[in-house]
């Protein structure tokens, strides 16, 4: 398995973002009596200082393949200038050797580990449990425990409003969405996506399409679009449905950060992601001052981890009013998204009219909502394959 390492990189480097930065306290020497001998041995010592805690992260995808993986590792850096703990990380880390990286980074000083994808949820609590003198915080953790810190994100919020400005954007009411299975909360994304839609038109249909590797998803375009699909929706840890997207002219929906290259899409309407260098500071921010406790958190709208973009070039006139006029209303929970009467894709009513459904019930959905098309078959070949190279860290 090929692996890469990054060191903290320097402070100095400037960021956009506007995050508050701290410093940790330096310690003292006592072997000089003079006032300018204890400002050397200070200054020695914190220089020598081995860091507070030190944050090792663990990636199912690689940090250059512009995706999901990509963001994560962005942030993390966004967040480390900031604080002085330190970090590093593994990729490409399938399941099955999820402990054997836990063990790498332990033995290289790690005091934190940070599972960065969702395929490691079912793991991690069996893993921990034999590293009780670590911390860890899990991205998609189900439940908090003694030494697992549980984070989750609402990405159905934003899936929302990206069916909403998609069927806005439609001339065909047949809506595509591209999934990979590994992604958080898909099918309550899937369904929050269908709902979004059925604003515009009440006989909308989503079609969706399971796919994970690029050659995958570009077989699950074709497929959607000659389902008469005009609008697609991208849900993957690949960039890649925007990609094959735009060199087809079709309009898409991205799901990562495209910051400043979004104009290279000319058939971009919006896009959605999760910004995280906030709670990652946080985090650090804890684990400097000693008093980091296992928690449970879900990023949304609300709390600004999830972030939709403004209407771009491709979108019709009057998306970018649909978006100031949602985002706030479902951000401050006046716009519940499953709510009133729901029915399955079987005709059977689920949620009954006036009912508001707990996050909890969202969270444990296992049901389409009706006007969900899952007709398709999964476009997914095989499971993904790694080389069997032993984990190495290479700094």
Same mark, same amino acid.
């Given at each position: 398995?090929?692996?890469?390492?990054?060191?903290?990189? +320097?402070?100095?480097?400037?960021?956009?973002?506007?995050?508050?930065?701290?410093?940790?306290?330096?310690?003292?020497?006592?072997?000089?009596?003079?006032?300018?001998?204890?400002?050397?041995?200070?200054?020695?010592?914190?220089?020598? +200082?081995?860091?507070?805690?030190?944050?090792?992260?663990?990636?199912?995808?690689? &940090?250059?393949?512009?995706?999901?993986?990509?963001?994560?590792?962005?942030?993390?850096?966004?967040?480390?200038?900031?604080?002085?703990?330190?970090?590093?990380?593994?990729?490409?880390?399938?399941?099955?050797?999820?402990?054997? +990286?836990?063990?790498?980074?332990?033995?290289?000083?790690?005091?934190?580990?940070?599972?960065?994808?969702?395929?490691?949820?079912?793991?991690?609590?069996?893993?921990?449990?034999?590293?009780?003198?670590?911390?860890?915080?899990?991205?998609?953790?189900?439940?908090?425990?003694?030494?697992?810190?549980?984070?989750?994100?609402? &990405?159905?919020?934003?899936?929302?409003?990206?069916?909403?400005?998609?069927?806005?954007?439609?001339?065909?009411?047949? !809506?595509?969405?591209? &999934?990979?299975?590994?992604?958080?909360?898909?099918?309550?994304?899937?369904?929050?996506?269908?709902?979004?839609?059925?604003?515009?038109?009440?006989?909308?249909?989503?079609?969706?399409?399971?796919?994970?590797?690029?050659?995958?998803?570009?077989?699950?375009?074709?497929?959607?679009?000659?389902?008469?699909?005009?609008?697609?929706?991208?849900?993957?840890?690949?960039?890649?449905?925007?990609?094959?997207?735009?060199?087809?002219? !079709?309009?898409?929906?991205?799901?990562?950060?495209?910051?400043?290259?979004?104009?290279?899409?000319?058939?971009?309407?919006?896009?959605?992601?999760?910004?995280?260098?906030?709670?990652?500071?946080?985090?650090?921010?804890?684990?400097?001052?000693?008093?980091?406790?296992?928690?449970?958190?879900?990023?949304?709208?609300?709390?600004? &981890?999830?972030?939709?973009?403004?209407?771009?070039?491709?979108?019709?006139?009057?998306?970018?009013?649909?978006?100031?006029?949602?985002?706030?209303?479902?951000?401050?929970?006046?716009?519940?998204?499953?709510?009133?009467?729901?029915?399955?894709?079987?005709?059977?009513?689920?949620?009954?009219?006036?009912?508001?459904?707990?996050?909890?019930?969202?969270?444990?959905?296992?049901?389409?909502?009706?006007?969900?098309?899952?007709?398709?078959?999964?476009?997914?070949?095989?499971?993904?394959?790694?080389?069997?190279?032993?984990?190495?860290?290479?700094?």
């Amino acid at each position: 398995m090929s692996t890469r390492w990054l060191k903290r990189i +320097a402070a100095a480097l400037a960021l956009c973002t506007a995050l508050a930065s701290f410093t940790a306290c330096s310690g003292s020497d006592s072997s000089s009596g003079t006032a300018e001998g204890t400002a050397e041995g200070t200054a020695q010592a914190s220089e020598e +200082a081995e860091p507070v805690a030190k944050l090792g992260f663990i990636y199912k995808g690689s &940090v250059d393949d512009g995706g999901f993986t990509a963001d994560c590792n962005k942030q993390r850096l966004a967040a480390e200038q900031y604080s002085d703990v330190e970090s590093e990380y593994i990729e490409n880390v399938p399941v099955s050797e999820f402990e054997k +990286a836990v063990k790498l980074l332990v033995e290289d000083g790690c005091t934190h580990i940070v599972a960065g994808s969702p395929v490691y949820a079912n793991v991690i609590n069996s893993v921990s449990k034999n590293y009780m003198n670590i911390s860890f915080i899990g991205y998609g953790a189900g439940a908090r425990t003694v030494n697992v810190y549980a984070y989750t994100e609402g &990405v159905y919020q934003a899936a929302y409003v990206a069916g909403m400005a998609a069927a806005y954007n439609s001339d065909t009411e047949k !809506i595509g969405m591209v &999934v990979d299975p590994s992604m958080l909360y898909t099918l309550q994304s899937i369904n929050a996506a269908a709902l979004g839609t059925q604003i515009v038109y009440s006989t909308a249909d989503l079609v969706t399409a399971w796919a994970s590797t690029d050659r995958e998803i570009r077989k699950a375009v074709d497929a959607l679009a000659l389902k008469g699909c005009d609008v697609i929706i991208s849900y993957t840890e690949s960039p890649e449905v925007v990609n094959y997207c735009s060199s087809k002219g !079709i309009k898409v929906i991205g799901n990562i950060d495209y910051g400043s290259n979004y104009a290279d899409y000319d058939s971009m309407i919006l896009y959605f992601y999760s910004s995280r260098d906030s709670f990652f500071l946080s985090q650090y921010k804890a684990m400097q001052m000693g008093d980091w406790e296992t928690s449970s958190y879900m990023g949304t709208l609300g709390n600004g &981890v999830l972030c939709i973009s403004d209407a771009l070039s491709a979108a019709k006139d009057g998306t970018q009013d649909i978006i100031n006029a949602l985002v706030p209303k479902v951000a401050s929970g006046a716009a519940p998204i499953f709510m009133g009467q729901l029915k399955d894709t079987q005709d059977t009513i689920r949620l009954r009219e006036g009912a508001v459904m707990s996050t909890s019930d969202v969270l444990a959905m296992d049901w389409y909502v009706l006007g969900v098309d899952n007709s398709l078959d999964s476009f997914i070949e095989s499971k993904a394959t790694f080389e069997e190279i032993p984990l190495e860290i290479e700094h």
